[in-house]
Every structure is written in structure tokens, then in C-alpha cells.
């Protein structure tokens, strides 16, 4: 199994503070997996990393796709506000294209707009298990057949679970409680999570649980 | 004898006009063209002209129209003087303003003059659009030249010679208390200019006409983000410049704002200069010469020949160092080695340069030539090296910041050179203080406590 993840450097350099404690997370229990930074033609390398592989800049959604649309084999996809607690490399013992985890996460407080959402978004592509090139590249097509505004907000997450929708790829659902945790607080680490998904608000939460100095 | 002329004057041609060094860009709200225009058009009406007033040792209330002034106006005093949409606020709430200020050339400004009061003097630059005049008929008007560019300065030098320029800044808040100085007053309290917008966008008490949208961002000061705008943001910048160079006025700012916080932020810098140059030794001098000497002599070495650190910042880093002690310093930037033999006054030195090997390594001195800074901090990460302090001459870049929160702890104080216009020191802290909240910004020391010699160095601290 290869890690890769899609940063691009536009100024803010929180995504690469967080980058670097994602990739230390992954070492630190899965030390001789390859790491891959995918990224745009000029965007600094993070350290650590084994690979980076560049492609020319376009729409962020559509680039980091179509770089997963390269990778043969096997990848676990992740996005830098991530941290992997435990090895994961088990799920491929399993046979599919994709593997995504769902958003039961019973320590989220559930509201009616989030019920809805989750009802059109069932799988959240923060973390992505696949060995389907052919499946981003579906997504990739699905994209490019969105309104323009649909393209720039979510259009990436809409692409994906359309393309699930149409069943031509094998995937499997695996349990958002350990392969996508939300970090319901500021010390709440999962008790079975393998890996956290710092998402949204929760990204100062792991700079500071992270990086001693930091808040 | 009046005030103006005890004042010596300058021939327009001798009055260059320099752009400030904001840190997001500025432009005209009306053409130069527009500009001469109306600065043509307003001296046919034969308003009266500004000029310099004796000194006065009262309080001037200088009142603006941002937010805070909905919770302060109770507390403004007379005399005051108002602008744009304060002047109604006012006059809605019972005060009537003793003088009011407009200098912007757009058109909707004249709406803020729908009720003007016999008992009020307006002051109003020449650049301001012609519907303004009509307004003002038979009032107290008095006419000045706003500097709003060098094409000011040479119309006034050759159509209006003799004749006084106010040379303020961007914004009518700092321009009022300019033309509060012009009236005589040394001392103010500032209403309603607060340089932020509330959490809901809005920036002013009431209604403001300005058509114009501004982006949003925010500015940390005092401890806290503030939303804000380019614009705003930089008028805070203009009024802290003025502050910090201009330590005999006396300005207390009403209400909490992001301009009040920043001010804060600027008296914890004066203390913590005043303190750490306490302990400058004048024996110092010799040595930190002599290491001067010895270190041009590395010069011809350079792959990369470029400045070195001030004198007056080799100073301030020096009397820093002595009042830290620090064990362990990291630096980003050795050249030819001046700060890092003050920085190893006290204890270890870890220092990088991407392009030069000038500097030998000593007992205390560990040099990594033509090393980036991420290679030598990630090194120092995984030695577990922890610096007390870290002094950056060079471009952090966005994948140091991880590996130099890494190598900090919290009571790491971390020194930048160059804070001046938009030199790294600026970008490396801009880069760097989000991420330590519990840091305080300290700015470059200023002039008056450093003999008149520039010194660039700016902190972030532990609060």
C-alpha cells in the first residue's frame, strides 16, 4: 500500500503544517509505506515525504482526481487533516475497487440540514482506500459534466458518490467510526479509531494536541 | 505674528511624495484626473483657507463612524470634530459637532452633509466632489489641500503657491487628527475609528453610502483575530506608524477595537524594548565592532553576497540575548556570521544558509552550509533540539513552520530581521504568528531607543 495526499500551496500554510503531522502520524505505525505528496507544478515538497508528483495547475477538485486517476495499485487517500493512529493495511485484504468509510458517527449531533446532506453525500473522500484508477477517472468525467458552481463546492464529493450511485465499481463500506473519525472534542481521540479526521473546525484541535507550542 | 508664519514653508518642487509601505495595495477612489478637477472647482466658491492654529493644551474628541461608536458616544466631549456619517450620528443623538472633516473626491459623500449645522466648522479638502458646496453655502467652511499624491503637490505649486498641503495619510481618520494638530491640539480621544468590522461585516454605526465592497479578512492583535479589510487593516498600520514616531502625542482610544488592541500591542513593545535595552553594556561596543571587523573579512567567501544585520538591530539582538540567555538559539540566515556570534554569547547556535559557507563551526557555533532551513530543522527534529530562541534573516518557508513549532516550546522567543515594509521579516512573521496564539508581537524598537538608527528586528514573545 502507497499514502498519498493532494496539497497545493495558495498562501496558507496551515494545510502544510497539518500535512507534516498527517505524514509523521502514518510513519509512526505503518514506517515503511511510501508516502506520496500529489501536487501542482510548483508547490513546495513537505518533508518526509518518498514521492512528490506534479501535474500542471487547474481546478483544485480536478487535479487532485485526476492524480488519483494515476496511481496503479494500492493507495490509501488521505487528506492532510488527517491522522492515522493505527497500521490500516488489513482493509485490502478485502476484495473491491474503492473502500469508504460512512458517516455513522453517533458522537456528531444529528440535525435535520446534516441528515439531509448525509442523505446526498453518504461517503465523505477525505480518506479513500483504492486500487481503481478507473474510478477517479469516472469521477473525473462526472465533474466535468456539473454546472460550473457545483464544480468548485463539493463538486469532487458529489462526483464520487454519483458515480457509486451508478454501481459499476465494487465498493465497500467500511465503518466511519474507525476509518473516519471526527473528533467529537478536543481530547477525544476515538477509543477504536485508526484513523481521525480533523475535519472542518477541529484543524486548530490537531495543531494543538499536535505541536506542543501551538494553540 | 500668526502660526503660519513661524512654520517653514517648502517650494512645491521640493516636496517629493513617497507611497507608504502598506502591507495589501492601495488605489484612488477617483481618478487624478477627477481629482484636479475638483480641486480646481473648489476654489471658485472663496471658501476660507486652513491654516495653522496657536497651541492648545485641551482634548479634541475626533469622532468617527465605525461600530464602537453606538456603545461610546455618551462619553465624547467637546470640542469634537466629526466625519462622513458620524456628523448626523451626532447630531441625532444631541451633540452638535464643533467641526467636521471630509476628504474623499466620490459623490455619494455629500450625502453626509444633508444637515449641516450653523454652529459647525467644516473642514473639507479641496478634492472633495463639487455636489458637497452647494451644501455647505453659508456655513462656516475652511478649505485645505489633501496630499493625496505628488499630481496634488504640483498643481498646488503651480496653480495655488503659498498655499499649506496636508500631507496626513489614506484615511480621514488619521487626516483628522492631522487637522486637529493643524488646530491647535496635542491631545485626543478617538471615537468610532476602530479599523474592524463586527462579526456580522457591518463597519459603521448607521448607514454609510460607500458603494464600494471590501474583501474580508482578519488581523490578529491583542491576542485575538479581528475581521477586517485591506483597507481597514492598513489605515490601523498608518495610525500606529504615526504613533510609534510621534511618542509626544497623546491619544487615548474609546471603545475596544482592532485599532485600541493594536495600540496595546504597540505599548507592550515600547515596554519590552525599554526593558530588554536595559541590559545594553557599553563595553559591549568594542566587541560587538570588533565581531563586526572580523566578520566583513568572511565576505570574499560569499556565493551569495548580500547585507548584513544593522548596527542598531546587532545592538538590539545583543542586549535580547543577554536578557534571555539562551541555551540553545536556532538561525535561519548565517551570511558572514554577526548575529550568529551574538546569538552564541549565551549558549548554542544552530544556523543554516541555502547559498553560502562563510562561517566555521566553533565549540558553540554548528553552521550547515548551503543548507535550506527545512533540511537543517528537520535535522534539529529529529536530534530533539529545542531552541529558546530563533532569530530568522532568511525566508521561513510554509513547510518550516511544522518542524519550527517542533523545535520551540513555549517559551521559545523568536526574533525577525527585516521587519520593515514587505521584506521577509514582515512575511515570516505574518507566516508564523497564527500559529502561536499565546505569543505577543513586538515590533521593532523605535528610533528615539536606538540613537536614531534603524533597527528592523521584530519579536513574537510569550505572553
Given at each position: 500500500?502507497?499514502i498519498g495526499?493532494?496539497?497545493?500551496?495558495?498562501g496558507d500554510p496551515?494545510?502544510?503544517?497539518?500535512?507534516d503531522?498527517?505524514?509523521r502520524s502514518?510513519?509512526?505505525v505503518?514506517?515503511?509505506?511510501?508516502?506520496v505528496?500529489?501536487t501542482?507544478m510548483?508547490?513546495?515538497e513537505?518533508?518526509?515525504v518518498t514521492?512528490?508528483?506534479?501535474?500542471?495547475s487547474e481546478?483544485m477538485?480536478?487535479l487532485?482526481m485526476?492524480?488519483q486517476a494515476?496511481?496503479e495499485?494500492e493507495?490509501?487517500?488521505l487528506?492532510?487533516?488527517?491522522v492515522v493512529?493505527?497500521d490500516?493495511r488489513?482493509?485490502?485484504?478485502?476484495?473491491f475497487?474503492i473502500a469508504?468509510?460512512?458517516?455513522?458517527?453517533?458522537?456528531?449531533?444529528?440535525t435535520p440540514?446534516?441528515?439531509?446532506f448525509?442523505?446526498e453525500?453518504?461517503?465523505?473522500?477525505?480518506i479513500?482506500?483504492?486500487?481503481?484508477p478507473a474510478f477517479?477517472?469516472a469521477?473525473?468525467?462526472?465533474m466535468h459534466?456539473?454546472p460550473?458552481?457545483?464544480?468548485s463546492w463539493m463538486?469532487d464529493?458529489?462526483a464520487?458518490c454519483?458515480?457509486?450511485?451508478?454501481?459499476?465499481?465494487?465498493?465497500?463500506?467500511?465503518p466511519?467510526?474507525i476509518?473516519?473519525?471526527p473528533?467529537?472534542?478536543?481530547y477525544?481521540?476515538?477509543?477504536?479509531?485508526?484513523?481521525?479526521?480533523?475535519?472542518?473546525?477541529r484543524?486548530?484541535?490537531?495543531i494543538?494536541?499536535?505541536?506542543?507550542?501551538a494553540? | 505674528m500668526?502660526v503660519m508664519?513661524t512654520?517653514?514653508?517648502?517650494?512645491?518642487d521640493?516636496i517629493?511624495?513617497?507611497n507608504?509601505s502598506f502591507?495589501?495595495?492601495t488605489?484612488?477612489?477617483t481618478?487624478?484626473?477627477?481629482e484636479?478637477?475638483?480641486?480646481?472647482q473648489?476654489?471658485t466658491?472663496?471658501?476660507?483657507?486652513?491654516t495653522?492654529?496657536p497651541l492648545?493644551?485641551?482634548?479634541?474628541s475626533?469622532?468617527?463612524?465605525?461600530?464602537t461608536l453606538?456603545?461610546t458616544w455618551?462619553?465624547i466631549?467637546?470640542?469634537?470634530i466629526?466625519?462622513?456619517?458620524?456628523?448626523d450620528?451626532?447630531?441625532?443623538?444631541g451633540?452638535?459637532?464643533?467641526?467636521?472633516a471630509?476628504?474623499?473626491?466620490r459623490?455619494?459623500?455629500?450625502?453626509?452633509l444633508?444637515?449641516?449645522?450653523?454652529?459647525t466648522?467644516y473642514?473639507?479638502?479641496t478634492i472633495?466632489h463639487p455636489?458637497?458646496w452647494g451644501?455647505?453655502?453659508g456655513h462656516?467652511?475652511?478649505l485645505?489641500?489633501?496630499?493625496h499624491?505628488?499630481h496634488?503637490?504640483?498643481?498646488?505649486?503651480r496653480?495655488?503657491a503659498?498655499n499649506?498641503v496636508?500631507?496626513?495619510?489614506?484615511?480621514?481618520?488619521?487626516t483628522?487628527?492631522h487637522?486637529?494638530?493643524?488646530?491647535?491640539f496635542?491631545?485626543?480621544?478617538?471615537?468610532g475609528?476602530?479599523g474592524?468590522?463586527?462579526?456580522d461585516g457591518?463597519?459603521?454605526?448607521?448607514?454609510?453610502?460607500?458603494p464600494n465592497v471590501?474583501?474580508?479578512?482578519t488581523?490578529?492583535?491583542?491576542?485575538?483575530?479581528?475581521?477586517t479589510?485591506?483597507q481597514?487593516?492598513?489605515?490601523?498600520d498608518e495610525?500606529i506608524?504615526?504613533?510609534?514616531d510621534?511618542?509626544?502625542?497623546?491619544?487615548?482610544?474609546?471603545?475596544?477595537s482592532?485599532?485600541?488592541?493594536?495600540?496595546?500591542?504597540?505599548?507592550?513593545?515600547?515596554d519590552?524594548?525599554?526593558?530588554?535595552?536595559?541590559y545594553l553594556?557599553?563595553?559591549?561596543a568594542?566587541?560587538?565592532?570588533?565581531q563586526?571587523?572580523?566578520?566583513?573579512?568572511?565576505?570574499?567567501?560569499?556565493?551569495?553576497?548580500?547585507g548584513t544585520?544593522?548596527?542598531?538591530?546587532?545592538?538590539?539582538?545583543?542586549a535580547?540575548v543577554?536578557?534571555i540567555?539562551?541555551?540553545?538559539?536556532?538561525e535561519?540566515g548565517?551570511?558572514?556570521?554577526?548575529?550568529t556570534t551574538i546569538?552564541a554569547a549565551s549558549?548554542?547556535v544552530?544556523?543554516c544558509d541555502?547559498?553560502?559557507?562563510c562561517?566555521?563551526?566553533?565549540?558553540?557555533i554548528h553552521c550547515?552550509?548551503?543548507?535550506?532551513?527545512?533540511?537543517m530543522?528537520?535535522?534539529l527534529?529529529?536530534?530533539?533540539?529545542?531552541?529558546?530562541?530563533?532569530f530568522?534573516?532568511?525566508r521561513?518557508q510554509?513547510q518550516d513552520?511544522?518542524?519550527?513549532?517542533r523545535?520551540?516550546?513555549?517559551?521559545?522567543?523568536y526574533a525577525?530581521?527585516?521587519?520593515i515594509?514587505?521584506?521577509?521579516?514582515?512575511c515570516?512573521?505574518?507566516?508564523?504568528?497564527p500559529?502561536?496564539?499565546?505569543?505577543?508581537?513586538?515590533q521593532?524598537?523605535?528610533?528615539e531607543?536606538?540613537?536614531?538608527?534603524?533597527?528592523?528586528?521584530?519579536?513574537?514573545?510569550?505572553?
Amino acid at each position: 500500500m502507497k499514502i498519498g495526499f493532494f496539497t497545493v500551496y495558495k498562501g496558507d500554510p496551515s494545510h502544510y503544517v497539518v500535512a507534516d503531522i498527517m505524514i509523521r502520524s502514518c510513519l509512526a505505525v505503518m514506517p515503511d509505506v511510501p508516502i506520496v505528496q500529489m501536487t501542482d507544478m510548483t508547490s513546495p515538497e513537505i518533508p518526509n515525504v518518498t514521492e512528490v508528483r506534479r501535474l500542471p495547475s487547474e481546478r483544485m477538485a480536478v487535479l487532485r482526481m485526476r492524480h488519483q486517476a494515476a496511481c496503479e495499485g494500492e493507495w490509501l487517500f488521505l487528506d492532510t487533516d488527517c491522522v492515522v493512529k493505527k497500521d490500516v493495511r488489513d482493509v485490502f485484504k478485502s476484495s473491491f475497487d474503492i473502500a469508504l468509510a460512512n458517516r455513522n458517527w453517533p458522537h456528531i449531533p444529528m440535525t435535520p440540514q446534516l441528515e439531509e446532506f448525509n442523505r446526498e453525500m453518504p461517503f465523505n473522500i477525505a480518506i479513500a482506500f483504492s486500487r481503481s484508477p478507473a474510478f477517479w477517472q469516472a469521477a473525473i468525467e462526472k465533474m466535468h459534466q456539473m454546472p460550473e458552481d457545483r464544480q468548485s463546492w463539493m463538486g469532487d464529493q458529489y462526483a464520487v458518490c454519483e458515480v457509486i450511485r451508478e454501481g459499476r465499481f465494487t465498493v465497500k463500506v467500511l465503518p466511519g467510526m474507525i476509518y473516519h473519525y471526527p473528533p467529537g472534542a478536543f481530547y477525544d481521540d476515538g477509543n477504536y479509531a485508526a484513523i481521525l479526521h480533523y475535519k472542518g473546525h477541529r484543524k486548530p484541535w490537531m495543531i494543538q494536541r499536535y505541536l506542543g507550542v501551538a494553540e | 505674528m500668526t502660526v503660519m508664519q513661524t512654520i517653514p514653508s517648502l517650494p512645491a518642487d521640493a516636496i517629493r511624495v513617497e507611497n507608504l509601505s502598506f502591507k495589501y495595495p492601495t488605489r484612488s477612489a477617483t481618478t487624478h484626473e477627477a481629482e484636479l478637477r475638483h480641486i480646481e472647482q473648489s476654489l471658485t466658491h472663496g471658501f476660507q483657507r486652513l491654516t495653522p492654529m496657536p497651541l492648545r493644551d485641551d482634548t479634541l474628541s475626533v469622532v468617527g463612524f465605525g461600530p464602537t461608536l453606538m456603545e461610546t458616544w455618551q462619553q465624547i466631549t467637546h470640542p469634537c470634530i466629526t466625519m462622513s456619517g458620524s456628523h448626523d450620528f451626532l447630531i441625532e443623538h444631541g451633540v452638535i459637532p464643533d467641526y467636521h472633516a471630509q476628504m474623499d473626491g466620490r459623490e455619494h459623500q455629500a450625502k453626509f452633509l444633508e444637515h449641516p449645522q450653523r454652529e459647525t466648522t467644516y473642514l473639507m479638502s479641496t478634492i472633495c466632489h463639487p455636489a458637497v458646496w452647494g451644501r455647505l453655502a453659508g456655513h462656516a467652511v475652511y478649505l485645505w489641500h489633501n496630499v493625496h499624491g505628488q499630481h496634488v503637490v504640483d498643481w498646488v505649486g503651480r496653480y495655488d503657491a503659498g498655499n499649506l498641503v496636508v500631507a496626513a495619510g489614506t484615511h480621514i481618520g488619521i487626516t483628522t487628527i492631522h487637522l486637529g494638530g493643524l488646530l491647535g491640539f496635542r491631545k485626543f480621544r478617538l471615537f468610532g475609528i476602530d479599523g474592524h468590522r463586527l462579526q456580522d461585516g457591518k463597519r459603521h454605526a448607521g448607514v454609510h453610502y460607500d458603494p464600494n465592497v471590501q474583501r474580508l479578512i482578519t488581523r490578529f492583535a491583542d491576542g485575538r483575530d479581528w475581521l477586517t479589510s485591506p483597507q481597514m487593516s492598513n489605515g490601523c498600520d498608518e495610525v500606529i506608524w504615526m504613533l510609534r514616531d510621534n511618542p509626544a502625542l497623546e491619544i487615548d482610544i474609546v471603545g475596544d477595537s482592532l485599532l485600541a488592541a493594536m495600540v496595546r500591542d504597540l505599548h507592550i513593545s515600547k515596554d519590552y524594548w525599554e526593558r530588554t535595552l536595559g541590559y545594553l553594556d557599553a563595553t559591549w561596543a568594542d566587541g560587538l565592532i570588533q565581531q563586526r571587523t572580523q566578520a566583513e573579512s568572511l565576505r570574499f567567501k560569499a556565493d551569495f553576497n548580500t547585507g548584513t544585520i544593522p548596527v542598531a538591530s546587532a545592538f538590539c539582538l545583543r542586549a535580547l540575548v543577554e536578557r534571555i540567555r539562551p541555551v540553545v538559539s536556532i538561525e535561519i540566515g548565517t551570511f558572514i556570521g554577526i548575529s550568529t556570534t551574538i546569538l552564541a554569547a549565551s549558549g548554542q547556535v544552530y544556523t543554516c544558509d541555502k547559498d553560502n559557507d562563510c562561517l566555521p563551526n566553533t565549540e558553540r557555533i554548528h553552521c550547515h552550509p548551503k543548507t535550506t532551513s527545512t533540511v537543517m530543522l528537520e535535522r534539529l527534529v529529529r536530534e530533539g533540539v529545542h531552541a529558546d530562541l530563533m532569530f530568522f534573516d532568511g525566508r521561513i518557508q510554509p513547510q518550516d513552520i511544522a518542524l519550527i513549532l517542533r523545535c520551540s516550546k513555549p517559551s521559545t522567543v523568536y526574533a525577525f530581521d527585516d521587519y520593515i515594509r514587505r521584506e521577509k521579516g514582515v512575511c515570516n512573521v505574518e507566516l508564523l504568528e497564527p500559529f502561536l496564539p499565546r505569543h505577543r508581537f513586538v515590533q521593532p524598537p523605535t528610533p528615539e531607543r536606538t540613537a536614531q538608527m534603524p533597527c528592523t528586528v521584530a519579536l513574537l514573545v510569550p505572553a
